[in-house]
């Protein structure tokens, strides 16, 4: 029985943020085992996606500041949905972008 690939959610292209500290798996032999690459909060931009067979997950190149990084969704948000997750929070949801400050009343 063959399992089906788990669908990427993100797409080249698309700005994200660092989610947790990315550090340095062996992948940069210039710097130290488990040397922090990328800080949580960083953002970068999607440069490739690919697929991780034996985990059957998407993994995602991400440039942050000229440094690409291999990342798992778990890793990673957009940077979109981090952004309204803020106003949420705040309680300033956002309107959609067709809304006028005078129909969102009626």
Do not use: K
């Not at 690939?5 to 085992?33: F, H, K």
């Not at 440069?47 to 990084?69: C, S, T």
């Amino acid at each position: 029985m063959m399992i089906e690939p788990r669908e990427a959610q993100y797409q080249w292209g698309q700005q994200v943020v660092a989610l947790v500290d990315l550090l340095n798996d062996g992948t940069y032999p210039d710097r130290a085992p488990d040397e922090v690459l990328v800080e949580i909060g960083s953002e970068g931009e999607i440069v490739q996606v690919g697929h991780h067979e034996e985990a059957n997950q998407p993994v995602y190149m991400v440039e942050f500041n000229g440094l690409v990084i291999g990342c798992l969704e778990e890793e990673i948000m957009l940077c979109m949905e981090l952004d309204q997750m803020a106003a949420e929070a705040r309680g300033q949801q956002r309107l959609p972008v067709d809304v006028t400050p005078d129909s969102a009343s009626a």
